[in-house]
């Protein structure tokens, strides 16, 4: 017989089971309803964002060229290893191992990876990898595969050293530049100018990047690509120095410290800058390491400095020309006037002297130039006052940047009585025009600023606004041509003729001379102490020689080129500076090839 | 063994139906989620660069094993238990529930004992080739326990202390798959415990207790055995609004150590992220089979597995999950409806306890999936990939259609 169970209690409840079941559905479709159709649109953007990456493609740097297309930077092939940190599950494994494999410190790699701008970034673990690293690299990739292996162009300059200040050098953009509106766009760690050409013609330089939209799977490795936008090459620069005078410079200084720089006097074009001691900007292509900058940064003769541009000297008696012009033009003088020098003059109760103790004599403008005579020069300043002397000085462009296409150039000073009490407080003395005149005191000038002096008063009296490029992808550049400053044809005639009886005529400058070709010059010695202290230090510590000094421009007539040449602690001008001057003017001249093609581009 | 040819005419062709289409369903899913290897390899930039060639072959995948075959496998060996269990009458099987009880509880022991750790677990019994979650077969002999024992009781209404011998029985297998540890399986047996007890006489108010009891008994078990992957997750899940720089952020961190997974270096949430994200992603009509991003690229993690309602979702968009999910409930109320209507007391809390568990899996792994619930090991019955699981749900299923097609029958 069976027993008939009493089922209903549990027939009820299933029932409560079963429309839970139902609610519970109902409210997970509800949930994906919300989820896919409401908010669809904005997983499918999370989803895009997981997926896909964006990488720049790098875009070649333009190269820089010399006016006859010599390569003066380019860029060379080369291999970046890179990591992405987020891949690696065990990131302190990988750093020991590639230390270990590529002989790169592994505080180094850490501090790479600390710097770098954004998370997901790779970060660049050696840069410039020899064949070597690459390879071994690439035996791993199992073990390791979260490493890159990417071609980089790597800057190179062909000159080295000779170039460095002019060219610049580039490094990785700094913080401070990735705040700047200057970098907008500009990732971190992209290598931008830092110095030089490669600096101010940046923008250029770096051409536009390019993209590529990749579809990465979780490992994020590439699986296919979404979109390819090439990258526009960085624009070529077609330079107006040349190489060859480039590198002749640099030799002329025989590893002595200094500067030079050479203009053409009709244009403004710079044919050659050097700077000494000097730096090799290849090895700031890769990521200079840490303690080569510093010793770099440290270094007392401060190789990084660029002498011609950012260098506040003394003029010493290259002021002279500013003071002949000056009192020429103002008619305190002229060309037959007739001084005396007895070797000292006293004015305002204070003894000047000559730096010839017997004195010249009866002596005109022509052979006070030529023999750089103070005494003549104390006098015209005296009959010129500080007024006057100022402004003619400012006139020839002294006081202010001369406008070269380089960065932080300097303005050098032309003191007058409105400067000093502005700074000092304190009133101007009639005695500090006598040493203003012979170019001492508080006068500072730039080597570059001279050298535009000595092509003013080689052209006719027309200042030039010195620059570098002549043309950007092939596009001539509009530059100012020199202007005149408002010259007399006489006053200039007169200077001209005593900056050639400087080389010519027993002056101070003879050993500038070369045979066939008329050198017009200026040489002058910027103390950087007293008479006395020299005197008591018997000379012996060439620390405390002047800086020998040594302008000009040639030929004399229809000058091609216009030049400043500054040996640091060289002593006389004359003897230092001048041999200097004469060993870039011979190859100058020498150099057919040079002198065509500065001779055909105009 | 002969079978009563009437018994055929009374299979729920529409249950057997839908399960076998969801097992289809699943199958093309698993086919699609292991389309592809995703193998690290180093990607050279220069290669990729360089030319088409070379980039196509960088960025080749490699072929999985065709898991979708040893799923079909899988199904043809549950068609098979399904079949056995069908022919053996529910009521026989109970009879043999103690002896199924003692010798689960001694292979799970043996297993805790003996067995091979796999990722750190002792889920896996190896039978010569294959190789067997036991735990997934445990549940169905729980629920045979549970069902006769409260079939036998023949009280009105029953209190905490009717409960405590089965309870005891079903804590005990419980706590052995949790030590395994497989903590989602071990707590499919709580809502099977429940709904058996429920609809075997508990009184309301009791159950209520016994839920309260349970859950804070739970709470503070798994707390003290879960691993760090566990509470990370736990704790991932619960705080998913809390700032880890606000004020409650920082005093969870004081009491809470959680050390992160190895080699889970993109942190707890990611699984629930990217799985919400192909969830939403797949919008009305989905990517497209195959087509799913986060599936085929490799961003959903155990996409194969638990998270192959993330790839249906993906890829066949809310079109799909609105009939996967008809599938599932045209599937449990035709089984609940299979409890009322059952002849026995015992076949009804036996099919009650089965859909329970059922319907727990599949609401819990969609929830979680959706990012509703924490992130648990529980497959998807009938979608996933997974020979036990798979096998679970075919002898549930038999099971289900034993007591449905003998209601009839003296």
């Keep these: 017989m069976r027993i008939y169970e009493d089922m209903r209690l549990a027939q009820a409840r299933v029932a409560v089971l079963q429309y839970s079941v139902v609610v519970a559905c109902a409210t997970l479709l509800v949930v994906f309803w919300y989820l896919q159709v409401l908010r669809g649109r904005h997983y499918r953007e999370l989803a895009d964002n997981n997926q896909s990456r964006q990488i720049p493609i790098q875009a070649p740097r333009g190269p820089m060229l010399d006016r006859s297309g010599v390569i003066l930077a380019e860029n060379r092939a080369s291999f970046s290893i890179l990591l992405r940190p987020e891949d690696c599950p065990n990131l302190d494994a990988i750093i020991a191992s590639l230390s270990r494999l590529l002989h790169v410190s592994e505080s180094q790699i850490r501090e790479r990876i600390a710097r770098r701008g954004a998370p997901f970034q790779l970060v660049v673990v050696k840069a410039?990898?020899?064949?070597?690293?690459?390879?071994?690299?690439?035996?791993?990739?199992?073990?390791?595969?979260?490493?890159?292996?990417?071609?980089?162009?790597?800057?190179?300059?062909?000159?080295?050293?000779?170039?460095?200040?002019?060219?610049?050098?580039?490094?990785?953009?700094?913080?401070?530049?990735?705040?700047?509106?200057?970098?907008?766009?500009?990732?971190?760690?992209?290598?931008?100018?830092?110095?030089?050409?490669?600096?101010?013609?940046?923008?250029?330089?770096?051409?536009?990047?390019?993209?590529?939209?990749?579809?990465?799977?979780?490992?994020?490795?590439?699986?296919?690509?979404?979109?390819?936008?090439?990258?526009?090459?960085?624009?070529?620069?077609?330079?107006?120095?040349?190489?060859?005078?480039?590198?002749?410079?640099?030799?002329?200084?025989?590893?002595?410290?200094?500067?030079?720089?050479?203009?053409?006097?009709?244009?403004?074009?710079?044919?050659?800058?050097?700077?000494?001691?000097?730096?090799?900007?290849?090895?700031?292509?890769?990521?200079?390491?840490?303690?080569?900058?510093?010793?770099?940064?440290?270094?007392?003769?401060?190789?990084?400095?660029?002498?011609?541009?950012?260098?506040?000297?003394?003029?010493?008696?290259?002021?002279?020309?500013?003071?002949?012009?000056?009192?020429?033009?103002?008619?305190?003088?002229?060309?037959?006037?007739?001084?005396?020098?007895?070797?000292?003059?006293?004015?305002?109760?204070?003894?000047?002297?000559?730096?010839?103790?017997?004195?010249?004599?009866?002596?005109?403008?022509?052979?006070?130039?030529?023999?750089?005579?103070?005494?003549?020069?104390?006098?015209?300043?005296?009959?010129?006052?500080?007024?006057?002397?100022?402004?003619?000085?400012?006139?020839?462009?002294?006081?202010?940047?001369?406008?070269?296409?380089?960065?932080?150039?300097?303005?050098?000073?032309?003191?007058?009585?409105?400067?000093?009490?502005?700074?000092?407080?304190?009133?101007?003395?009639?005695?500090?025009?006598?040493?203003?005149?012979?170019?001492?005191?508080?006068?500072?000038?730039?080597?570059?600023?001279?050298?535009?002096?000595?092509?003013?008063?080689?052209?006719?009296?027309?200042?030039?606004?010195?620059?570098?490029?002549?043309?950007?992808?092939?596009?001539?550049?509009?530059?100012?041509?020199?202007?005149p400053v408002g010259l007399k044809p006489e006053t200039l005639a007169a200077v001209r003729d005593g900056m050639w009886a400087v080389v010519n005529e027993h002056g101070t400058g003879w050993r500038a001379q070369i045979t066939g070709h008329d050198v017009c010059g200026k040489t002058g010695s910027a103390q950087v102490v007293s008479h006395e202290h020299l005197a008591r230090s018997g000379g012996a510590n060439e620390e405390l020689l002047p800086h020998a000094w040594f302008i000009g421009f040639a030929p004399r007539d229809n000058p091609r080129v216009a030049f400043a040449f500054l040996v640091e602690h060289g002593g006389a001008g004359g003897e230092a500076a001048a041999p200097v001057a004469q060993a870039f003017l011979q190859r100058f001249f020498g150099e057919n090839d040079a002198q065509q093609q500065v001779a055909g581009a105009n | 063994?002969?079978?009563?040819?009437?018994?055929?005419?009374?299979?729920?062709?529409?249950?057997?139906?839908?399960?076998?289409?969801?097992?289809?369903?699943?199958?093309?899913?698993?086919?699609?989620?292991?389309?592809?290897?995703?193998?690290?390899?180093?990607?050279?930039?220069?290669?990729?660069?360089?030319?088409?060639?070379?980039?196509?072959?960088?960025?080749?995948?490699?072929?999985?094993?065709?898991?979708?075959?040893?799923?079909?496998?899988?199904?043809?060996?549950?068609?098979?238990?399904?079949?056995?269990?069908?022919?053996?009458?529910?009521?026989?099987?109970?009879?043999?529930?103690?002896?199924?009880?003692?010798?689960?509880?001694?292979?799970?022991?043996?297993?805790?004992?003996?067995?091979?750790?796999?990722?750190?677990?002792?889920?896996?019994?190896?039978?010569?080739?294959?190789?067997?979650?036991?735990?997934?077969?445990?549940?169905?002999?729980?629920?045979?326990?549970?069902?006769?024992?409260?079939a036998e009781s023949r009280k009105e209404s029953l209190d905490l202390r009717d409960v405590l011998a089965p309870g005891a029985a079903t804590a005990v297998l419980a706590l052995l798959i949790a030590l395994e540890p497989d903590l989602g399986t071990a707590f499919c047996l709580v809502p099977m415990f429940f709904a058996v007890a429920f609809l075997g006489g508990l009184r309301p108010r009791a159950l209520l207790i016994l839920v309260l009891l349970m859950g804070l008994a739970a709470g503070g078990l798994g707390w003290t055995f879960a691993r760090g992957y566990q509470k990370q997750r736990l704790v991932t899940y619960a705080t998913r609004y809390v700032s880890p720089e606000g004020w409650l952020g920082r005093q969870l961190a004081r009491y809470v150590r959680i050390e992160p997974r190895a080699g889970d270096h993109r942190g707890a949430g990611y699984q629930s992220r990217q799985s919400r994200i192909a969830v939403g992603s797949g919008g009305f009509l989905g990517r497209g089979y195959g087509q799913g991003g986060q599936s085929q690229l490799g961003y959903l993690p155990a996409r194969h597995t638990d998270f192959i309602f993330s790839v249906l979702a993906e890829e066949t968009g809310f079109v799909g999950v609105s009939l996967v999910l008809a599938l599932y409930l045209t599937l449990l109320w035709r089984t609940f409806e299979t409890a009322r209507r059952a002849r026995d007391r015992l076949g009804a809390l036996l099919v009650a306890g089965l859909a329970s568990m059922l319907a727990f899996q599949v609401i819990y792994n969609v929830a979680m999936v959706a990012g509703l619930v924490p992130i648990k090991g529980l497959p998807l019955p009938l979608l996933s990939y997974g020979g036990s699981s798979t096998l679970f749900a075919f002898m549930a299923i038999g099971l289900i259609l034993n007591v449905r097609m003998r209601r009839f029958v003296n």
């Design chain 1, 128 to 483: 410039n990898a020899s064949e070597q690293d690459v390879a071994s690299i690439v035996a791993r990739r199992l073990e390791l595969p979260q490493l890159e292996v990417n071609p980089v162009p790597l800057r190179s300059y062909p000159l080295g050293p000779a170039g460095a200040h002019a060219l610049g050098r580039v490094g990785e953009i700094t913080e401070r530049q990735l705040g700047s509106d200057d970098y907008a766009g500009v990732h971190a760690g992209t290598l931008v100018g830092q110095a030089g050409l490669e600096a101010s013609y940046n923008r250029f330089l770096m051409g536009r990047e390019g993209v590529r939209r990749v579809i990465v799977n979780s490992h994020g490795v590439e699986v296919r690509e979404e979109k390819h936008e090439e990258a526009v090459d960085g624009p070529r620069l077609e330079l107006t120095l040349v190489a060859a005078l480039q590198r002749a410079m640099e030799q002329a200084f025989a590893r002595r410290a200094g500067c030079g720089v050479a203009i053409d006097p009709r244009t403004g074009e710079v044919l050659a800058l050097v700077s000494r001691p000097s730096f090799d900007p290849n090895d700031f292509s890769t990521g200079i390491d840490p303690t080569r900058w510093a010793r770099l940064m440290a270094d007392p003769d401060t190789p990084l400095i660029d002498r011609v541009i950012q260098g506040q000297y003394s003029p010493g008696s290259l002021f002279k020309v500013v003071m002949a012009t000056a009192a020429l033009e103002e008619g305190v003088v002229t060309p037959e006037t007739i001084l005396h020098c007895a070797g000292q003059i006293t004015l305002y109760g204070n003894v000047f002297h000559c730096h010839r103790a017997q004195g010249h004599g009866a002596i005109s403008l022509r052979r006070a130039l030529a023999e750089s005579c103070n005494v003549y020069f104390y006098q015209v300043g005296v009959r010129l006052a500080i007024g006057r002397i100022a402004r003619y000085a400012q006139k020839l462009g002294l006081g202010a940047p001369t406008g070269l296409d380089l960065p932080h150039e300097m303005s050098g000073l032309i003191p007058d009585p409105e400067w000093k009490q502005r700074v000092q407080g304190k009133p101007w003395y009639a005695g500090e025009t006598v040493s203003v005149a012979i170019g001492q005191g508080q006068v500072t000038v730039t080597p570059l600023q001279m050298a535009c002096v000595a092509a003013c008063v080689a052209n006719g009296g027309r200042l030039p606004k010195p620059y570098f490029v002549r043309a950007i992808g092939g596009v001539p550049q509009p530059h100012t041509a020199p202007q």
């Design chain 2, 1 to 150: 063994m002969a079978i009563d040819r009437r018994l055929l005419l009374n299979i729920d062709w529409l249950l057997l139906g839908t399960s076998l289409t969801l097992a289809c369903i699943g199958l093309a899913l698993i086919a699609s989620a292991t389309r592809v290897r995703h193998t690290p390899a180093v990607t050279l930039g220069a290669a990729a660069q360089a030319g088409a060639a070379e980039h196509e072959s960088a960025a080749q995948p490699l072929r999985e094993t065709r898991r979708w075959k040893r799923q079909v496998g899988a199904i043809a060996l549950g068609f098979v238990v399904f079949l056995v269990v069908l022919v053996i009458d529910y009521r026989r099987l109970a009879d043999h529930a103690p002896l199924l009880y003692v010798a689960s509880a001694v292979v799970l022991l043996g297993l805790l004992l003996f067995g091979h750790s796999v990722a750190g677990t002792k889920r896996w019994l190896t039978l010569g080739p294959l190789q067997l979650q036991p735990s997934e077969l445990v549940k169905v002999v729980a629920a045979l326990v549970v069902a006769r024992a409260f």
